[in-house]
């Protein structure tokens, strides 16, 4: 899909919205399936995809836990989550030990171990999602462990009024957007930037 960045917006942040929602709005509704009344706990709100998926969790009727630091808590109390975490202060495993939620996406990078760990704090039949390092399931409590990194989640965008971009000489997608009909490669690396028009491409 092709959009006008609105008047009303800085153009990089109007570029930046798309990839970082449409990445939210997959992790919760597509992988996870997100539903009113279920808990949900952000691991990584105050960043631009968890900000975005704070505010749809909420949106769509759930109770939302979030993390975050110092720096960034007043930013993700005002998307109106139920309770916030602060992750400097302690392990979110341990932080939160003893509590389950139904849906945990996992939108920071750790280690392996450390997110194996995270996948205790999902309920019995609840689901972990990761846009980072993959989460393990437990078929034994029924936890589903999702992943977000389906070919439409690659997305590219460059302002509108560049030379390059015209009616005739672009078809946009969400996972095609290059000049002339060209697509993604089939295995684009996480970060792209191919030249300096401003092109960028990130996996969800």
Not at 132 to 161: E, F, K
Request: proline share 6%; with cysteine.
């Amino acid at each position: 899909m092709l959009a006008a960045a609105p008047r009303t917006v800085e153009l990089a942040d109007a570029a930046a919205l798309p990839l970082a929602g449409l990445t939210a709005w997959q992790a919760l509704f597509e992988r996870a399936e997100v539903k009113a009344g279920q808990s949900v706990l952000i691991n990584g709100a105050g960043g631009g995809v968890g900000g975005y998926a704070a505010q749809l969790a909420r949106r769509a009727g759930a109770s939302v836990t979030a993390t975050a630091s110092a720096r960034s808590v007043e930013r993700v109390r005002s998307y109106g989550v139920d309770r916030i975490v602060d992750h400097t202060a302690a392990p979110l495993a341990v932080a939160m030990a003893g509590q389950r939620f139904d849906v945990v996406p996992h939108l920071v990078r750790n280690s392996a171990d450390e997110t194996a760990r995270l996948t205790e704090l999902v309920a019995d039949g609840g689901v972990f999602v990761s846009t980072t390092t993959p989460g393990p399931g437990n078929a034994g409590r029924g936890v589903r462990g999702a992943g977000c990194a389906s070919s439409r989640s690659w997305c590219a965008a460059m302002p509108l009024n560049s030379p390059s971009l015209s009616r005739s000489s672009t078809r946009a997608t969400c996972g095609s957007a290059w000049p002339n009909g060209a697509r993604w490669p089939t295995s684009p690396p996480l970060t792209t930037r191919p030249s300096r028009g401003g092109w960028r491409g990130r996996r969800c």
